[in-house]
Each structure stands twice: as C-alpha cells, then as structure tokens.
C-alpha cells in the first residue's frame, strides 16, 4: 500500500479558472471563485527553511485540511475566521480577505529558531529580551510574541513590533488587536492541547482584514504552523538535558540540517526516501489524532482536477 500511495500524492493542480487569479504557496493553491470567496487545495507538499521539497507527503493535505477545520472551530469565538465550507478532503472554501504582511509568531518555549539563535549567544529575539541561563525547551514566564515578515520570495525575516510600527506596515490601533488576539488565541490553542496530553510550544498565526474585520486566515495550531510537545515527562527530560518528544515539522529540519541543508545559497536539497515520507505521514497522523481525539481516515482522491470543478462550481 504504502508504494502505491507515495505515487498518487497531490503534488500540484492544473485545473484553472479562465479569467480569475491562482496562486500557489508552499502547500496551498489558491483559487478566485468570486469578489469575496476563495477555493484553497491544500496539496501533500511540504516545505522547511522556506524550501518546498521535491517530494509530496501521502495523505498530508488531507490532514492539515481537517485539522485546520478543528482547529478553527475551537477558536472563532476569539476571532472570525475565514472559513466558509470544507466540502473536500482537501479543500476549504474561504473568505477572500486582504492577508497583512506579517507572521504572527507566539512562543511559549525556548526551542527551535529561538533556541538556535540563543546558543549562539542571541539575546535578543523580534526585539524581545531573554533572560541568560536558559536551557533548552524552558518555558519562558510569560510567552512572547517574535513577529516575521511574510516574504514573496525567498526567506521570511524576523521582525521588531517597533519595527513593523516605525516601517508603517501595520497601523498602531490594528497591530494592538492583532498583538492582543494573538496572545488569547495561543491562551486557547494551550488549554485544547493541555486536555489532549500535549504542550503547544510556539505557533504561527497569519490573520486579513474582511470588509474591515480582522479574521484569521491560513491554518492554526496544525502540525504546520505549530510545535508540540507531549506533556508526560516533560520535566523529567528538562531536567535530564534529554530532547523532548514532539510533534512538528523539526524532526524534518533536524533530519536535513543532518544532510547538510539549512535552506542557504549553494546548498543541494536532499532527497526524502520514501520510508521518511511514510514515517513523515505517520507523524502528522499521530498529531491529528492525538490533538483531535479522532482516527484520521484518509481517502485517496483519483483525480483532484476533476474534483475541483465539481467542487468548485457552486461558488462561482
């Protein structure tokens, strides 16, 4: 089984709508159905240090789809979100809304991108400053906020909230509600994994404005945009110096730092083996079901250009 699926992964579409934009991300494609509605496919790519690699993950777009649609159910008392439908294993029918420049990133722990910035003797991170004598993944008293730019090409950047004020990128009264709707929704994205026997770590939040209204857009707490850790033994492995068990997408980038890729000019991208794309797909299911309490069913989709126009039609 595992052979036939790795072949049938949904790396990309060619279904196009004559006469409305398309734009393809890193995982999602995105279609213009109308004025106010959007059609986004998320595909079974995967990206790390802003590269997508070669090679699609079975199952994952189906994966990141509902776990978003979890996820956004748990949240939109927070804040709107843009999500209309989800009529497909792999699409979401959202609001078209404006997407302001900048990834909201919350962190609760000193780990990943922080960590590494920290053992290099960083001590200050988007403008936050950290305290000397951490370890690696303590928590931190209070989380905080390290904002990035969203790039178009290349790298995202890390970013100051004085930065993104003086930079005119976010007006003060806007950016105020975003920084402040960023902390309630990792408040929340905390207790919905605390219930579950998880720790959520740092996050991602990428939120537009919809006839004015802010809303949150992209995904939220998915295996994506978000770091988990298993919350038994946490402590123990702390203080043990051990690394936690987790679930994220950093098993990837350390498996690639390991080859030697960091995502940096001249460096040649590993391929993934297929074993690692299967034990890849077996992780993000681990998520979905430990996050969700559900068993992840995938469905194995024979012709998503064909889907999407059915899919589709009601919309435009």
Not at 173 to 199: N, P, V, Y
Not at 290 to 299: A, E, M, N, V, Y
């Amino acid at each position: 089984m595992q052979q036939e699926v790795l072949k049938h992964c949904i790396s990309d579409t060619n279904f196009r709508i004559e006469g409305k934009p398309f734009y393809r991300g890193k995982v999602r494609n995105v279609y213009t159905l109308s004025d106010t509605i959007l059609g986004i496919v998320v595909t079974d790519r995967i990206s790390a240090f802003d590269h997508i690699m070669k090679e699609a993950i079975p199952f994952k777009g189906q994966i990141l789809n509902k776990l978003s649609e979890f996820a956004f159910q748990k949240v939109d008392d927070v804040l709107p979100v843009h999500v209309l439908d989800v009529p497909h294993p792999n699409v979401t029918i959202a609001k078209k809304c404006t997407p302001i420049p900048i990834e909201v990133v919350v962190r609760g722990y000193l780990t990943g991108h922080a960590w590494r910035l920290y053992k290099n003797g960083g001590r200050l991170l988007c403008g936050v400053k950290l305290p000397d004598g951490m370890k690696e993944h303590q928590k931190f008293e209070q989380p905080i906020l390290t904002p990035a730019t969203k790039a178009t090409e290349g790298h995202d950047e890390d970013i100051s909230e004085m930065e993104i004020l003086q930079r005119g990128i976010v007006e003060p009264k806007l950016w105020e509600e975003i920084r402040t709707t960023a902390f309630r929704l990792f408040e929340r994205g905390t207790e919905i994994a605390a219930k579950q026997g998880l720790i959520l770590v740092d996050t991602k939040y990428e939120m537009g404005l919809f006839n004015g209204e802010l809303t949150l857009i992209d995904e939220v707490h998915t295996s994506d945009s978000s770091r988990y850790f298993y919350s038994e033994g946490y402590e123990i492995r702390l203080k043990g110096g051990e690394q936690q068990r987790q679930l994220s997408k950093e098993f990837l980038r350390e498996w690639l730092m390991d080859k030697g890729f960091r995502g940096l000019e001249g460096q040649i991208q590993p391929t993934l083996p297929d074993t690692f794309r299967w034990s890849i797909y077996q992780r993000y299911a681990e998520l979905f079901e430990t996050l969700t309490g559900r068993s992840f069913q995938p469905t194995v989709i024979e012709d998503i250009n064909e889907d999407l126009r059915e899919v589709f039609s009601p919309y435009m």
